[in-house]
């Protein structure tokens, strides 16, 4: 006759006697010594120096020319009437010119740049619906109290509420071509296409009700505070591209990590014959609807024309920071040999 004893105890909170709960799986555990690191630090070194230099010349390969435009040319009437909020609301144009003395070949891409812009900060970052950007009603009648203070207009919500969407850049820009003896003639841009796919098909959606219009589906609800527009009015010839799911606005709601930085606002429209191959060299002019103030955070605008590769555009960061790094550990694995001839193996040469 048996009997079950319950464990109790002690014994009860002892793991099974496994390989696995006693820890006493197989494992590879390498014995570090200097005949094995020194020659990972070396190779790591002329890797990290190899891919660097190889990034800095993709990156040599692309083109690129930044126009600041904040008071340049016929801008400076415009940057001084956006210093006075009385006259905030007048429409005001400009033009500024720049020359390619070579021409941009392949792809071209049209970007807006701000400098001095802190679109980082965590509090700016915050202040945004995104339950509001996706479509939903409530969030459009009551919007997060995250927006504050860009939340409420009186008792009317805002949308879209919160400082990004508040601050949204609103600058418009016609780019020109000027060929010798000839008319000046208009670059085609595509304004469609510039967010990312899915920003535009899952991040933003209009709000739907049965079959109201836009107009109908945000009666009620009032722009930002520094908006020219509402919202449903952002591009009414295309309601693809109208509401919440405007472009312009996908592509400004995408924060910056860095305080100067640039934006798409186009991308050349290679069907013209003039375009085919890319922008020419030659004169070109860009003529601007002067919307946006820069002179209360002390910064300035550009217009920013670049061709991309593979890595993208015009950027040094990464190939230095991989040939800084690979530097640098040469210079360490350097070191440490040195150390370990002096010493020797085991330090039997070190001296108390």
């Known amino acids: ?25 197989p494992a590879w555990s390498p014995s570090l010594t200097a005949n ?11 890797l990290c120096v190899l891919l660097g230099v190889w990034l800095l010349l993709t990156v040599k390969g692309t ?38 003395s070579e021409s941009f070949e392949g792809n071209v891409f049209f970007y807006y740049g701000l400098v001095n812009f802190h679109q980082n900060l965590r509090r700016y970052m915050d202040s945004r619906d995104d339950g509001q950007m996706v479509g939903r009603l409530k969030n459009l009648k009551t919007p997060s109290t995250y927006c504050f ?35 000046p003639v208009e670059v085609p841009l595509f304004r469609k296409g510039i967010a990312w796919y899915t920003d535009k098909n899952i991040k933003f959606r209009n709000p739907k009700v049965s079959n109201d219009t836009l107009p109908q589906i945000f009666e009620g609800t009032a722009p930002p505070f520094y908006w020219q527009k509402p919202v449903y ?16 606005l996908i592509v400004w709601m995408r924060e910056a990590a860095f305080p100067n930085f640039k934006k798409l606002y186009g991308i050349l429209n290679r069907s013209q014959a003039e375009f085919t191959n890319g922008l020419p060299a ?33 950027n040094h960061f990464l190939p230095i920071a991989y040939i800084v790094t ?22 039997a040469n070190m001296k108390e």
């Open 233 to 248: 009015e952002l591009d009414t010839t295309d309601l693809n591209n109208n509401g919440f799911v405007n472009e312009d």
């Open 36 to 46: 094995t690191v020194l020659p990972f630090f070396f190779f790591m070194g002329v």
């Open 326 to 347: 690979g530097g640098l550990i040469l210079v360490v694995a350097m070191v440490l040999t040195g150390v370990y001839l002096k010493v020797g193996k085991g330090g």
């Open 149 to 183: 203070p860009f939340r409420l207009v009186g008792k009317t919500p805002i949308a879209p509420c919160g400082a990004v969407a508040n601050s949204m850049f609103n600058d418009t820009f016609i780019l020109r071509y000027h060929p010798v003896e000839r008319t």
């Open 1 to 25: 006759m048996s009997t079950n004893v319950a464990k109790s105890g002690p014994l009860a909170r002892r793991p099974d006697n496994s390989a696995f709960k006693q820890q006493r799986l």
């Open 282 to 314: 030659g004169n070109y002019s860009v003529s601007i609807t002067y919307n946006y103030p820069v002179e209360y955070f002390q910064g300035r605008k550009q217009v920013v024309l670049s061709t991309v590769s593979w890595f993208g555009g015009q």
């Open 63 to 100: 083109q690129e020319i930044k126009v600041d435009y904040t008071d340049a040319g016929t801008c400076g009437l415009c940057f001084e009437r956006r210093k006075h909020r009385a006259k905030a609301l007048e429409s005001c144009n400009c033009s500024v010119t720049f020359s390619l």
